[in-house]
């Protein structure tokens, strides 16, 4: 959140556009080189069988959670790849955890929280957000098998610091 309490930037501005409405990488050159952070988290539902399974490490395709967790890695390293207007940034870290919410009944959830940082010129937010949709389509590949009604939901930044914009924390999404 900004000094006037707002999360958004530049409202009204669509920085990835020129003066004739293409699509542009935004020029950096000119930006201040500053560390930056960013943490964003996902959510995945599943059946409380598939999160006794991927536990107990019983899935044939192996360890769910290590696995994710270096998909996790890779995609941030990649979204430059996937993401056609990110630069790509030289990353420092990239943290990812995970763990089991407490839910009651047949229900699960699952929440991966990846934190990136980097000193560079411009924000890494997108890093993060790639690195935990990786990890949950990760663990959706790996589980599908057992259990297709999982639901990966509420990506969202929930953390970002460093740059002009200087640092906001966003209250996360529901868990229910």
């Known amino acids: 959140m900004n000094q ?3 999360t958004s930037v530049n409202q009204g501005q669509l920085t990835h556009f020129d003066e004739h409405g293409r699509a542009t990488m935004v ?7 500053t560390y930056r952070v960013a943490t964003a988290r996902v959510l995945i539902d599943m059946l409380q069988s598939t999160r006794e399974q991927v536990e107990q490490r019983l899935l044939k395709k192996g360890d769910v959670l290590l696995v994710a967790e270096l998909a996790a890695s890779m995609g ?6 996937l993401i056609p207007l990110c630069h790509p940034i030289p990353l420092t870290s990239v943290q990812v955890a995970h763990h089991f919410l407490d839910r009651q009944g ?4 699952l929440e991966f929280q990846v934190t990136v940082s980097a ?3 411009t924000g890494i937010e ?3 957000l790639t690195a935990c949709s990786v990890a949950a389509l990760t663990v959706y590949d790996m589980c599908k098998a057992i259990d297709r009604g ?10 970002k610091s460093g740059g002009k914009s200087g640092t906001f924390n966003v209250p996360m999404a529901s868990t229910d």
């Open 150 to 159: 999982m639901v990966i939901r509420d990506l969202q930044v929930v953390h």
């Open 27 to 33: 020029d950096i050159s000119n930006k201040e080189v």
């Open 119 to 121: 000193h560079y010129r």
């Open 4 to 6: 006037n309490g707002d």
């Open 126 to 128: 997108m890093e993060a």
């Open 76 to 81: 941030a390293k990649k979204t430059p790849d």
């Open 106 to 109: 047949e229900r699960a959830t």
